[in-house]
């Protein structure tokens, strides 16, 4: 049996505020109710306040873990085969599901959405990043049948499809460190633009011009949605601009800033990327890098399209921006252009 103050409902306020300055609330058990009273399970007597003892029901305890749900229904096997790492974007689940385990597919849905409130649809990924927008090939094993929902990182708001525009929330770390490294008055080619997260992530904190430029027109509508849904909170400005990033840059003015997150094919980009840089300007190139050899590729490949530019480059940082695969990362070199 469990103590409880038994108290009224139309004094059950009062009893509550009381309990908490004796700091006697017993954690462990739930509030409970009756057609005329409440039972608030407590851990001591309250001055005032009335005890009888009741049986107590125990908080049920919050299931945190995939793995935790999963444990019940699969065997040691299994267990070890399931890929634990899923994206999270706004309320979807996105996870890659290995071979051994597709006849279990639609429990671990369910499972996702078991061990997360927060989640309303499972998606299972069906390959890797396919064509030239970049997108994964999904389909529904639980929850809601529904691509579209909003990611909130460093208090900016993005509204994206999942099935039919690249998005990735492991490069939210680059993106606000992007972001610090701009100045107020600077002029920014953001090519391969996506949805906006880069430019809106930058756009939050720091006075500048953003030409974003995407060649998905979907994403471009998406971007144009999310910088109203921004506005508000934008203290630079953003330029959508549908395009190939190839020729876009022959229309905009030159620029203190470009970015060229495009890990597979920035490389074929970087003369139209110096060519829209001003002297002294900054360019952050994107790679896909084996381990052994991470850097060595792309500076090859940076100098070389400065030296046919008649320009020179200056790498000022490199590092690895997040693991790809088992035996490659995706890197960023920061190079001055003078
Ligand atoms: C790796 S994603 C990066 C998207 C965005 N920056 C982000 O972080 O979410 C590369 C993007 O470049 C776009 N893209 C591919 N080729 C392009 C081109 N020639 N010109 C402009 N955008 C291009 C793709 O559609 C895709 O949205």
Do not use: W
């Not at 699969?74 to 994206?87: G, H, I, P, Q, R």
């Not at 970049?134 to 509204?159: C, D, S």
């Amino acid at each position: 049996m469990v103590k409880h103050v038994k108290t009224k409902k139309k004094d059950a306020e009062k009893a509550k505020k009381k309990i908490l300055e004796a700091s006697a609330f017993d954690t462990r058990y739930q509030l409970q109710k009756d057609k005329n009273f409440i039972y608030f399970p407590v851990k001591k007597d309250v001055d005032g306040l009335k005890l009888v003892d009741k049986r107590g029901v125990k908080q049920s305890k919050k299931v945190t873990s995939l793995k935790e749900v999963l444990i019940k229904h699969l065997t040691k096997t299994e267990m070890a085969e399931l890929v634990s790492s899923f994206d999270i974007i706004g309320d979807i689940a996105i996870i890659e599901i290995p071979p051994l385990l597709e006849q279990k597919k639609t429990l671990i849905g369910q499972a996702l959405l078991e061990a997360h409130s927060n989640i309303h649809s499972v998606f299972q990924k069906k390959s890797g990043r396919e064509g030239v927008y970049r997108t994964i090939p999904l389909e529904l094993i639980a929850g809601e049948n529904r691509f579209e929902t909003i990611y909130l990182e460093h208090g900016v708001r993005l509204k994206l499809d999942v099935s039919k525009v690249y998005f990735s929330v492991r490069l939210s770390e680059e993106r606000k460190r992007i972001a610090s490294l701009v100045e107020n008055g600077e002029h920014i080619a953001g090519l391969f633009a996506g949805v906006g997260p880069f430019p809106l992530v930058i756009a939050k904190t720091k006075q500048c011009k953003i030409y974003a430029v995407e060649l998905n027109p979907i994403a471009v509508n998406y971007m144009k949605q999310n910088i109203i849904l921004n506005q508000k909170k934008l203290k630079g400005q953003i330029v959508p601009i549908q395009g190939d990033a190839r020729e876009i840059v022959k229309t905009i003015p030159k620029c203190d800033r470009v970015l060229m997150p495009l890990p597979k094919g920035a490389a074929d980009f970087l003369d139209s990327a110096i060519n829209v840089c001003k002297p002294n300007g900054i360019i952050h190139f994107y790679q896909f890098a084996k381990d052994d050899s991470l850097y060595e590729d792309a500076t090859k490949k940076i100098l070389n399209a400065a030296k046919k530019a008649g320009r020179k480059a200056t790498i000022i940082n490199k590092k690895v921006v997040r693991p790809y695969s088992p035996r490659m990362s995706q890197v960023v070199l920061d190079f001055k252009i003078t």
